[in-house]
T-cell receptor, first 113, second 110 residues
């Protein structure tokens, strides 16, 4: 039981490049989330998916898109990366929306130069 | 604005003593307050929660206190152990989101 996995662990992009961060969970959870963590700012919600087939914006969605591919997988796409998107990205899952007990992946450290 | 604020960026405590981490919040509309713990290069892990109908919740060495009149939340760790050294985030459940504080780095010295 791997829990929540994220790929890649590290990535360096040039401004304007695109990439997709992958996330998968094997806990049969309905809800999945994407956060970013920046120094001094805690974790901020980018997008979430309450269930397969649905996605909603969080606190900081600009510059990102998401896809809930199936119940297990939830990807985050940066279409045109900007230096302001340099951050550590965490994916999380929970049994249901409104569940405060979320399970986090190990994170992806992204640098945009 | 459903904010939570952790005003202490770091805290250093001697092993065996009590660690007290603090969090303030705005507005009083909430269901749960939470504490998450994060080690370097790992994702956060859920530690303990407290609902709005309680003043205290205890789980082993960890106790969370809620002072609704002061809009203040605290996490007590007794006794502190070196393995408790981590970043601690308070958070609140607001609607269908979690809103996190900036975190407090706890260092427990042996």
């Amino acid at each position: 039981n791997a829990g929540v996995t994220q790929t890649p662990k590290f990535q360096v992009l040039k401004t304007g490049q695109s990439m997709t961060l992958q996330c998968a969970q094997d806990m049969n959870h309905n809800s999945m989330y994407w956060y970013r963590q920046d120094p001094g700012m805690g974790l901020r919600l980018i997008y979430y998916s309450a269930s397969e087939g649905t996605t909603d914006k969080g606190e900081v969605p600009n510059g990102y898109n998401v896809s809930r591919l199936n119940k297990r997988e939830f990807s985050l796409r940066l279409e045109s990366a900007a230096p302001s998107q340099t951050s550590v990205y965490f994916c999380a899952s929970s049994e249901q929306t409104h569940s405060y007990e979320q399970y986090f992946g190990p994170g992806t450290r992204l640098t945009v130069t | 604005d459903q904010q939570v604020k952790q005003n202490s960026p770091s805290l250093s405590v001697q092993e065996g003593r009590i660690s007290i981490l603090n969090c303030d919040y705005t507005n009083s509309m909430f269901d749960y307050f939470l504490w998450y713990k994060k080690y370097p290069a790992e994702g956060p892990t859920f530690l303990i929660s407290i609902s709005s109908i309680k003043d205290k919740n205890e789980d082993g060495r960890f106790t969370v206190f809620l002072n609704k009149s002061a809009k203040h939340l605290s996490l007590h760790i007794v006794p502190s152990q070196p393995g408790d050294s981590a970043v601690y985030f308070c958070a609140r459940e607001y609607g269908n989101k979690l809103v996190f504080g900036a975190g407090t780095i706890l260092r427990v010295k042996s």
